[in-house]
């Protein structure tokens, strides 16, 4: 039986002045209904282009889809037209939480004005309707005095308060599937929890499934069900989150999780960027693989099931 989401052998590539570069090389992901799927990778790795994706928001001409599909309950947007993707499914079917909430809402527009403007275009209310429903929203995101909230213009309000915001605009229209794209990075600590726990409790009301980014592992351990590890566009191990985290098979995944610190006493690890030479074919992590063997650079990896539902794309992993 399909999954509720999947991505089946998706490439993507940019066009460079060097010529094409690939970006994106996933061969198979699967989230289920009402599902939370956390994607873990460093900057660069390719989250946020998987993301615009399958928003259809990839930059053209520069974006390439190469091939592939998506399938969202058996729909596959990359089949869908400009017009079909803004009017019936982006923001009604899909919708995203971006990293930066000034970066989203529009500086010289109220609050109010900016979820109104999404309501009316999708729900088709106006008035003192559109209103109410503006106000139900703030209201499902736990802000509170939300008739102020209204009339404020996004630089009066926090960061935390802006990304409250931007998720009760991303759930306005009744969206399905979420993809939330780092949305505490530019938040401080305590905030970040808040944001995080709200998402959790939307995700159980309202039954949506969500896509959780992020480059913090300890984040998505406590947040998703289960988790992917990308890496140059590739995953390179995938599982339940409480065994990637604990006991993780791909190198890559080590490195990651010995970037943070249990307590306050623990130095930082850092991982060299370059240990050995880059490798023409092979394993793309080679280069900065700590135990990679010369064997390692004769072909690539690929995804395999090693203990349970835990895969990993290293030709070690089931030997140390």
Not at 41 to 64: D, F, M, Q, Y
Not at 155 to 176: K, N, T
Not at 181 to 187: A, G, K, Q, S, V
């Amino acid at each position: 039986m399909a999954a509720y989401f999947e991505i089946k052998n998706l490439s993507v590539g940019f066009r460079t002045f060097e010529g094409i570069r690939p970006v994106l090389n996933i061969e198979h992901l699967a989230i289920e209904r009402g599902e939370t799927y956390g994607l873990v990778g460093e900057s660069g790795a390719g989250k946020t282009v998987l993301a615009l994706t399958i928003l259809g928001l990839l930059p053209k001409p520069a974006g390439i889809i190469h091939s592939g599909e998506i399938w969202l309950d058996g729909e596959d947007p990359l089949k869908k037209s400009e017009h079909e993707m803004a009017s019936t499914y982006r923001g009604k079917r899909l919708a995203m939480i971006f990293q930066d909430p000034m970066s989203t809402l529009n500086p010289v527009f109220t609050v109010g004005q900016q979820i109104a403007r999404v309501i009316e275009q999708h729900q088709g209310l106006k008035g003192a309707a559109c209103t109410r429903r503006a106000l139900e929203l703030l209201e499902m995101v736990k802000l509170s005095d939300t008739q102020s909230v209204l009339k404020k213009y996004p630089h009066e309000l926090s960061g935390g308060q802006r990304q409250r915001v931007i998720i009760a605009i991303a759930l306005s229209c009744g969206a399905e599937f979420l993809i939330a794209d780092e949305p505490t990075r530019n938040l401080d600590v305590t905030i970040q929890a808040g944001v995080l726990k709200l998402i959790g409790e939307l995700q159980k009301e309202l039954k949506i499934s969500v896509l959780f980014i992020a480059n913090n592992v300890g984040l998505v351990n406590v947040f998703c069900k289960n988790v992917g590890i990308l890496y140059r566009g590739k995953l390179v191990e995938e599982g339940p989150s409480s065994m990637v985290t604990r006991q993780p098979l791909h190198p890559y995944t080590e490195t990651l999780i010995s970037a943070i610190p249990r307590n306050k006493s623990e130095k930082l690890k850092f991982a060299s960027l370059v240990i050995k030479p880059e490798a023409e074919k092979g394993c793309p992590f080679y280069s900065r693989c700590p135990i990679g063997e010369e064997g390692c650079t004769l072909r690539e990896p690929m995804l395999e099931r090693l203990d349970g539902e835990h895969k990993a794309a290293c030709f070690l992993a089931g030997r140390r």
